[in-house]
């Protein structure tokens, strides 16, 4: 859970003599209240804090784009599905579909530790410009669960930064910002993406 | 801001004369002063709380899709408006977008509650699975709002965790997740999914 | 930020007698150690907090919609990239990529403030009914970030609410809704949406 708060030494307090015996009994009575009523709140039912500053997960992550050509069916993991239809020189209109492996480190050949499953489509006259939806599908023994990423992708800048707006399983509920930097372009071939990935709002 | 929180009173505090009494009044003030700062927190301006233990609500609907054939156009509910494009023998590619009714039972005749309105595509070359966004539109006397599910829906796994990640009206900024069964496939023509709505933020 | 919690005087306290020295210094670091827990809680972390009824941002934008036609490419923002099937009269499974300009009034030749970036499809047989995806993308000197806007758009009722699902940069982790209302059409070439814009989460 996100909230460990400890208040070990705050409760021995309120020592008082004889003479104040009972208002002090009313007072910690009060206070342990408090104690409580602030406790529910923020603990057993998980009051929602955020922490810019402080990701409660950041991890990085490589996604692999190798796009179907017609000859290479066994290693393609994306495909364009609709074509673009020749308003400007920057592909607007085009779709792809992918099902991309995503590693730890930047080998394609790596076990992938989960699976990119989305669309993006390109968007722009003046420029080569993505839109894209894609989810992280986890499913080993260290990780199960997805998150979904959307936003913009104005691939021309070196970073961009995507939302991430819901998760399941271990990052159910989740959202935060993933950044997006281009490590590798192979031509129309291959690509492959560096995703920075903070968690601003955990519940596993 | 959201918070314009005012404490004008908690700041002359405990001053204590050679009785009790006016110190314990000014304790009780201050004590008040908590009570109501704390409840300002965490009511009027609605602290978000999640208990994952206890979804805010909790329901189970069924939706029907009902394929477009070229034959059954006033039944049909969705229809593929991009075809696979041969990318291994799991419909890689493929685009479905769809309009269907929402009961609360099975029955494909009962009167909807909602329409589920979206896409899905298929997106995997070694077997079936689609990445779907669906919104639920509610607007009958009983509900009237939506919200919407986006996630891989890894359909041959019996059942599967998909995000909820915002709504509208009766439904204003839930989150939470949706798990679908499939109830019912007959062939290429119609299949019904069970979704288990489990809502863990609600602000309606 | 969003929190402008006022506490200055709440820390000259506790002037006690000699008589009630321990105690009172017991009580104030009881007092002392909730003011700083609570300011953890509600400051440092920002503890979540909504007020439907006070949006955290508030602002209403206008987006134009220029539709390709073939002789316009100049001046479209938008095309369509999968035509309607034939179900129905209504344009059912049409999809419409667009890269909008957005003003912050009705002026088509007003400086844009940012740009519309998403995709919209129809779904419905018996009336025009689009589902929309929608990044508002933003990169002036005034305001650098994106936040998206996705629901059913049932065009034809006078006003709409979508929701607004997350965001990044000025608008990071942002929430609310979007009520959309049409402005004006032009036939099938042009069309202005009024967007009143209600962040209820709001992180920057």
Redo the contacts between chains.
Sequence with gaps: GTSN?Q?DN?TS?????K??NH??HQ?SK??LS?FL??LV??D?????????NKPCKHFILHIHNVA?DADN?AN?TS?T??NP?G??TFD??K?V???NPVTTDENFLSEPVARA???F?Y???TTY?T?V?C?L?FNSTQHK????I???N?MTQPTR?????????DF??T???CTFSTDLIQGQKYFRLKMDIKL??C?N
């Design positions: 708060l208040m705050s307090l309120l020592v008082s003599t003479h104040h208002m002090a007072i009060t206070l408090f009523f602030v709140l923020s057993t039912v998980s009051s929602v804090r955020i922490n810019l179907y069916a393609a495909s599905v609709v239809l308003l400007g607007f209109g779709i579909i992918f099902d499953q989305g669309f489509f968007n722009k006259k410009n839109w939806a989810t599908v669960g997805t998150f979904t959307m936003d913009a104005p930064d995507l939302s991430i707006i819901g998760g399941t399983g159910i509920m959202r935060g910002v601003y709002e519940y």
